[in-house]
């Protein structure tokens, strides 16, 4: 076989393809970038696969960085190539963990529970028939609940009472206790019924129960008082075993809301101890927790009820509250 290279030219006009020399020269430069590709391409994978940027980068093994931040160290962000990573004020989504639950306040009354029983409803006004439903109480009937009393300018004896109630509740889980209000603001149209009030008390297997009122009779009568429950033992009604421990929580409650709040036993009844003995309230008939009742004024009296509406007394009444609950539980 002849050398192409000794070929002589085509003559001038001659059939002989003009491009045949560029063509040879093509065809081998075409056959060496085909040898040069495969060792490019295989060069390329290498160094992918070395800097754990290729497409696989997130599958290929140890070296890889996955997209969260849960490989960085708590408190820093990602940062950019080349760069020190820096402190972040927060942590990242993926890391987050929700927020510790605050341990409940060690005091006297750890492991007790109290519940406190705000009198009325401001709901009730508007719900008469429900509330006039009559209950057994053991020694007789009466309503579900009542209205309660205003002052003249028309504060509610309910709003005062719920208002105390989450004041004392405040003072109480304080002191470590465990607290149960009867019924919230809002957290239902009327009522609880005397009936479901003492019902509460007993099925929380409460330490002590308290229900916060206010009165409502005629000027010129002023003072606190509390009412103790009597002995009574008639239908569902057995109050044998709490009316000992329940004039211990009174006397206690008695003496501290004097102290705190700087108002004196009523003068209209109690002859001058704050304490009376009714047998005629089914909160306390039904209850078989110690329990009393504390009217914290009269609502009606002017110079009570500037006590009754004043934020800071409110809270001197909770307090008193809450004080006497502690010498009855914490000795």
């Known amino acids: 076989m002849r050398n192409d290279d000794s070929s002589p030219p085509p003559e001038s006009g001659s059939s002989a393809d003009p491009d045949r020399h560029w063509f040879t020269r093509r065809s081998t430069l075409v056959v060496g970038i085909a040898a040069l590709a495969p060792a490019c391409l295989a060069g ?40 020190t990573p820096t402190a972040s004020p927060t942590t990242s989504p ?5 927020a510790p639950v605050p341990a409940p306040a060690k005091g006297p009354l750890t492991g ?10 401001t709901g009730n006004f508007k719900h008469t028939d429900e509330i006039d439903q009559q209950v ?11 209205t309660g009393t205003t002052t003249n300018s028309g504060y509610m004896e309910a709003e ?26 809002g957290a239902r149209p009327w009522g609880p019924c005397i009936t479901e009030r003492a019902r509460i008390g007993n099925e929380a297997n409460a330490d002590a129960v ?15 008082h509390i009412i103790l429950p009597a002995n009574v033992k008639s239908g569902a009604a057995d109050t044998a075993k709490i009316v000992g421990p329940s004039r211990e929580l ?23 101890t704050g304490l009376v003995v009714r047998d005629d309230l089914g909160g306390l008939n039904l209850s078989t927790r110690p329990k ?20 800071e007394w409110r809270q001197k009444a909770a307090q008193g509250i809450a004080d006497g609950i502690v010498g009855f539980l914490g000795g």
Not at 210 to 224: I, K
């Open 160 to 185: 005062f009472t719920m208002d105390v109630s989450k004041r004392l509740r405040t003072a109480l889980e304080a002191q470590g206790a465990k607290v149960v209000l009867t019924h919230e603001t």
């Open 44 to 83: 390329w994978v290498l160094t992918q696969a070395l800097s754990g940027t290729g497409p696989d980068a997130s599958r290929s093994g140890p070296a890889a960085q996955p997209a969260s931040h849960s490989s960085l160290a708590p408190g820093q962000r990602d940062a950019k190539p080349g760069s």
């Open 94 to 98: 993926t890391t987050t963990s929700a």
């Open 210 to 224: 308290v229900s916060v009122h206010a009165d409502g009779v005629s000027a010129g009568n002023r003072g606190f």
């Open 292 to 311: 009393v009742f504390i009217e914290c004024g009269n609502m009606r009296d002017a110079k009570d009820a500037a006590q009754l509406t004043s934020p």
């Open 112 to 121: 007790k529970t109290v519940v406190v029983d705000p009198g009325h409803n």
């Open 250 to 272: 009174g006397e206690r409650i008695a003496g501290n809301f004097a102290r705190t709040t700087g108002s004196a036993p009523a003068n209209y009844l109690g002859g001058g």
């Open 136 to 146: 057994d109480i053991g020694t007789n009937r009466k309503e579900c609940d009542t």
